[in-house]
């Protein structure tokens, strides 16, 4: 088993308490709030009202490392300890904002926090810390597979003393809320090197910079993720000054393997308790309903899809403990099979024991009445998000060959 410290309990029980009491009871509240919102995209009260209460109760910026813990009022959680605060942040896809911990502002942080100035971090960490902007990250195009990051063909070409940007790109998270105030953007500035690792760069784009332009909302199977969405984006000559480049020209490539690693371990995280959470509402519901005579619970087939559900959890579970584990012992270069195994496994084992519970809900399960639809619908984007499965299985199975082949 895998201990967990004592910081890292104290934040579970206090994080637990903050859900009875805080959360679990404003998921109607939070569903009005943006239905009645003038726009889908708009900033929603009650999560304000919320992080108030999260920083007081230290609850804020809980997924910082200690490598990192200058940028926070904490020691800092190492991947083992902060796993089990995800997985619970994860049984309520909203919560997240609450205390800082969403995505992609966490990876877009932990980029700032690595890689930035201190100009940089001045005036665009600074704020992402406290919860007053927010961010996004722009890598994937539609022209092009973009599962092999080397494929993007957005242009970064210097100009005198600027970076001219030229290219599209979509289902970029947050861009669509209104608070996300700047953009991380990858594309080529050397496509002619004979390192195809070293073309691209990462520049910071300021969303009020003319020339760039949201396209279009995007779905995923039907859900627009309000209020921090997913969009299509146009960037059509966008001028920024030289020393927005992130690092310097031809190192996009290296930030983005840096930060594609924890953000999705803490994806894998969050799953689990969605997964979890949908277990548990589905045992509650086969104790309250009954067919031919007999609760569900009596079925045989209900038992089974029980039983395989929670074995399977806890199974993901052990796997991600053991990944972050491995993380915090070795980095997450030298992790990269589990965090594989990891990507690979637990957002189509989420799907499938969230389709399970739907099922035991009957037609309900399909509905925003129950918390299920959207979850499925999160852990089925998240087999396309940061590397889709294909991409991880074929880097793992090139690992393990070569491992146990030599």
């Not at 999560?47 to 200690?66: T, V, Y």
């Not at 201190?118 to 961010?135: F, H, V």
């Amino acid at each position: 088993m895998f201990s967990f410290s004592e910081a890292s309990q104290q934040y579970q029980n206090s994080l637990s308490e903050f859900f009875d009491q805080h959360i679990y009871p404003n998921e109607e509240h939070y569903a009005r709030q943006l239905q009645q919102s003038p726009s889908r995209f708009a900033a929603i009260p009650l999560i304000d009202e919320l992080k108030a209460k999260a920083k007081d109760a230290g609850l804020w910026n809980l997924f910082i490392p200690p490598s990192l813990a200058e940028f926070c009022d904490h020691q800092g959680l190492s991947n083992l300890d902060y796993a089990p605060l995800a997985e619970l942040m994860g049984r309520v896809l909203w919560s997240p904002e609450v205390f800082n911990c969403n995505a992609p502002d966490t990876g877009n942080m932990e980029v700032f926090m690595k890689y930035a100035t201190p100009a940089q971090q001045e005036r665009w960490l600074k704020p992402l810390l406290a919860g007053d902007i927010r961010s996004s990250y722009a890598m994937t195009e539609p022209q092009v597979a973009s599962s092999d990051a080397t494929n993007i063909e957005l242009r970064i070409e210097q100009d005198g003393d600027e970076w001219v940007l030229n290219g599209r790109k979509w289902f970029i998270t947050g861009a669509m809320y209104e608070r996300c105030a700047i953009f991380i953007v990858m594309g080529k500035s050397d496509p002619h090197n004979s390192n195809r690792h070293k073309q691209q760069s990462q520049v910071l784009v300021p969303r009020d910079t003319p020339g760039l332009s949201i396209v279009r909302p995007l779905t995923t199977l039907g859900y627009d993720d309000a209020p921090i969405g997913h969009a299509e984006l146009l960037f059509d000559n966008v001028r920024v000054p030289l020393e927005n480049i992130l690092l310097g020209p031809g190192r996009g490539f290296e930030i983005a393997q840096g930060r594609l690693g924890p953000g999705r371990i803490h994806h894998c995280m969050r799953l689990i308790g969605a997964a979890q959470r949908s277990l548990e509402l589905a045992c509650q519901r086969v104790t309250s309903r009954s067919t031919f005579g007999r609760e569900l619970s009596q079925h045989q087939s209900v038992r089974e899809d029980i039983a395989k559900s929670f074995a399977e959890i806890e199974m993901a579970r052990l796997l991600v403990l053991k990944t972050c584990k491995r993380m915090d012992e070795v980095g997450p270069k030298a992790a990269m099979d589990l965090i594989a195994a990891s990507k690979i496994s637990v957002p189509l084992m989420a799907q499938t024991i969230i389709d399970r519970c739907m099922q035991m809900h009957g037609a309900g399960g399909l509905t925003e009445d129950y918390c299920m639809a959207e979850a499925f619908n999160y852990a089925r984007w998240c087999r396309q998000a940061d590397g889709p499965d294909q991409v991880h299985q074929m880097a793992l199975g090139k690992q393990v060959i070569k491992r146990y082949s030599a």
